[in-house]
Every structure is written in C-alpha cells, then in structure tokens.
C-alpha cells in the first residue's frame, strides 16, 4: 500500500515590519539617552571612604590638573531660533581660570544658575597650595558651600 505524501505549502514570512520596528526602536533609543557629557581635563581623583550622590543637573565643576591648570565648566540653556520656531538648547561653556580669578569665573556661572551646586575635582598630584588659593579666593568671595569629588577607597578585607 502506497501512503501519499502530504503536499508541503511553502511558508513566506514578511520580514519589513519587523526591520520597520527595530530601527523604530533604535531611533527611540538614540534620541532618549542622556549621555554624561565629557570632561574638560581628565583627572585621577584621590580616594576616600564618602559615598554622596551628586545631582545630574545644575552643577558648576572646578577641575584642576595635575598640572595646577583650573578649568570651570557648566552647562547653560539658550534659546535658537529654527525655522521660525523657538527651540530651547543646552550648551557646555568650559572656561580656563588661575587661582586669582576663579571666584570670578564662578560667579559668572552662578548668574545662569543660582541653584548650581559647586563641585571640585582635584587630581591626586595638584599642588596643595593651589587648591588653597582657590578655596581662599571662594571663601573671599563668599562661595564657601562646595563639595570636593573624590573615588571610593577601595576596602581590600571585603569579599569580592
């Protein structure tokens, strides 16, 4: 007894609105995603056992190098005009100071932003008198509320 065969029907899968999807997806994601905006100078921080949250937003940095190099960096928001249509931005001004007039440079950064919180990064091998003289200069100036960034000491009795 011959069995049959049972015809196979082909099967075509349309592929289109799944690509559609994935690089709807891909676009979505690309224009969400804030990135951390890069540093003026890269410093290696000192460590210490703090562990305090810094905001994302409305922050005045102070980094100085290894070098003794100051640099004040903040982000400002500006309008531009595009196609007749008012479009607000966001800008990042990094600015190079010296010990004398870094209060200065600070100040001008607070009078975008009031709220800004001060922080300062210092690299491990800054001379001790300059960052001195930068927190003397802020203290004349009365900008005496700020927060030194350091890395977390690393525990080397904990577990892994």
């Given at each position: 007894?011959?069995?049959?065969?049972?015809?196979?029907?082909?099967?075509?899968?349309?592929?289109?609105?799944?690509?559609?999807?994935?690089?709807?997806?891909?676009?979505?994601?690309?224009?969400?995603?804030?990135?951390?905006?890069?540093?003026?100078?890269?410093?290696?921080?000192?460590?210490?056992?703090?562990?305090?949250?810094?905001?994302?937003?409305?922050?005045?940095?102070?980094?100085?190098?290894?070098?003794?190099?100051?640099?004040?960096?903040?982000?400002?928001?500006?309008?531009?005009n595009?196609?007749?249509?008012?479009?607000?931005?966001?800008?990042?001004?990094?600015?190079?100071?010296?010990?004398?007039?870094?209060?200065?440079?600070?100040?001008?950064?607070?009078?975008?932003?009031?709220?800004?919180?001060?922080?300062?990064?210092?690299?491990?091998?800054a001379?001790?008198?300059?960052?001195?003289?930068?927190?003397?200069?802020?203290?004349?100036?009365?900008?005496?509320?700020?927060?030194?960034?350091?890395?977390?000491?690393v525990?080397?009795?904990?577990?892994?």
């Amino acid at each position: 007894m011959a069995v049959k065969k049972k015809r196979r029907i082909a099967i075509r899968i349309d592929m289109t609105p799944m690509v559609d999807i994935a690089f709807l997806l891909l676009i979505f994601y690309m224009a969400t995603t804030q990135f951390k905006p890069p540093e003026a100078r890269a410093v290696e921080l000192p460590q210490s056992h703090s562990m305090i949250e810094l905001p994302d937003k409305d922050i005045i940095n102070i980094t100085v190098t290894k070098y003794d190099s100051i640099y004040v960096d903040y982000i400002i928001k500006h309008t531009v005009n595009i196609d007749g249509a008012d479009v607000d931005t966001k800008a990042r001004v990094v600015r190079t100071a010296d010990k004398y007039n870094v209060s200065v440079e600070i100040n001008k950064a607070r009078a975008k932003n009031i709220r800004a919180l001060i922080v300062i990064k210092a690299d491990a091998k800054a001379s001790y008198g300059v960052m001195g003289d930068v927190m003397k200069s802020m203290q004349e100036n009365g900008l005496e509320r700020f927060l030194i960034i350091t890395d977390p000491e690393v525990d080397l009795d904990a577990p892994a």
